[in-house]
């Protein structure tokens, strides 16, 4: 298996970025189209258990448009052969001063594009 092919590196990177620039800007369309529209697609959040396209997209639609703004950092995109990707990054908001969120994703590629399959957001307490 090939790991890290540039190119595939490089769509996953976009897709990635796409979806930070949505989540940013509370643009809820974009962010709904870059998960996987399955009953098996799961986020689990900072106070939320999701299973399924349609509880992420009730989610999505209910979620307060403040304090959605931050910074990422470390940010580490891995794909392995061409369809299959993980993504990860640390982040800092200032609604959240003193706190250090973590988020990780998987990507699948499918006909339609790259989506997330299966996604984890937590924040704590800077380790020490």
Not at 6 to 18: I, K, L, M, N, S
Not at 28 to 34: G, M, P, R, S, Y
Not at 46 to 61: T, V
């Amino acid at each position: 298996m090939e790991v890290d092919l540039p190119e595939v590196v490089a769509e996953v990177r976009a897709a990635f970025d796409q979806y930070e620039v949505a989540l940013v800007n509370n643009d809820v369309a974009t962010l709904d189209a870059l998960f996987r529209d399955d009953p098996r697609t799961i986020r689990y959040g900072g106070g939320e258990i999701l299973y399924g396209y349609s509880e992420i997209k009730s989610f999505r639609s209910a979620r307060s448009p403040v304090g959605l703004g931050r910074t990422i950092s470390k940010t580490v995109i891995t794909t392995y052969g061409r369809e299959f990707a993980t993504a990860s990054t640390l982040y800092e908001r200032p609604s959240a001063p003193g706190k250090i969120g973590r988020q990780m994703q998987t990507w699948v590629k499918f006909p339609e594009g790259w989506r997330v399959v299966a996604a984890h957001v937590s924040m704590i307490d800077p380790p020490k």
